[in-house]
């Protein structure tokens, strides 16, 4: 069974820094291209971040560039996300996603079960 | 940067009717575009891809069709549990987007 486990959600202040990480299992996690994709509250999906199956292509919203960095590790099938100079508009569930191979496109067909990051003073 | 604009916002059906949904991307995407359904407290799941294939379990009652920029989701008998959320999400070219999602409300 595939699974999709998130981790490193917290309360931080505006300015602050968090990263964020995804284990996971049941599948070739070499295989896919990875993503991250959030989800404030109340509010619809809005992709952040893509890596390709090597983690030589990365890819990013305009509105983390800069401040967010994905990377993955292929030794520990983990996938993180590197979040700095953290806004209140950054406030959102997290969700980690597996792209899909067949055909190989950038569509996520399985996703984590969230973490929410909160950003406040 | 492609923009996605689902219409309408809310659907209000009964179950057994026919939902159509919409998207429209901004510049041409061919069928490069996905749907999703969201339920509350969970996450998204994979519906359609590039336009009308259907995903790994997905029942035949979801269809999708379009190209270009106009392309539309239809639910051909709504069964209980597919009153939910529904996005759609183009992979035309990097930055990804999703549209803002249409929700189907029982009446």
């Known amino acids: 069974e595939v699974q999709l486990l998130e981790s490193g959600g917290d309360l931080v202040q505006p300015g602050g820094s968090l990263r964020l990480s995804c284990a996971a299992s049941?599948?070739?996690?070499?295989?896919?291209?990875m993503a991250w994709v959030r989800q404030a509250p109340g509010k619809g999906l809005e992709w952040v971040s893509s890596?390709?199956?090597?983690?030589?292509?990365?890819f990013y919203a305009d509105s983390v560039k800069g401040r967010f960095t994905i990377s993955r590790d292929n030794s520990q099938n983990t996938l993180s996300l590197q979040m700095s100079t953290l806004r209140a508009e950054d406030t959102a569930i997290y969700y980690c996603?597996?792209?899909?191979?067949?055909?190989?496109?950038?569509?996520?067909?399985?996703w984590g079960q969230g973490i929410l990051v909160t950003v406040t003073s | 940067e492609i923009v996605l604009t689902q219409s309408p916002a809310t659907l209000s059906l009964s179950p057994g009717e026919r939902a159509t949904l919409s998207c429209r991307a901004s510049?041409?995407?061919?069928?490069?575009l996905a749907w999703y359904q969201q339920k509350p407290g969970q996450a998204p799941r994979l519906l359609i891809y590039?336009?009308?294939n259907r995903a790994t379990g997905i029942p035949a009652r979801f269809s999708g069709s379009g190209s270009g920029t106009d392309f539309t989701l239809t639910i051909s008998s709504l069964e209980p549990e597919d009153f939910a959320v529904y996005y759609c999400?183009?992979?035309?070219?990097?930055?990804?987007?999703f549209g803002r999602g249409t929700k189907v409300e029982i009446k």
């Open positions: 996603a597996k792209m899909m191979t067949a055909p190989a496109v950038p569509f996520f067909d399985c």
């Open positions: 049941g599948f070739t996690f070499t295989t896919h291209g």
């Open positions: 890596i390709s199956t090597s983690g030589s292509g990365t």
């Open positions: 510049q041409t995407i061919s069928s490069y």
């Open positions: 590039d336009a009308s």
């Open positions: 999400q183009h992979r035309r070219s990097w930055p990804l987007a």
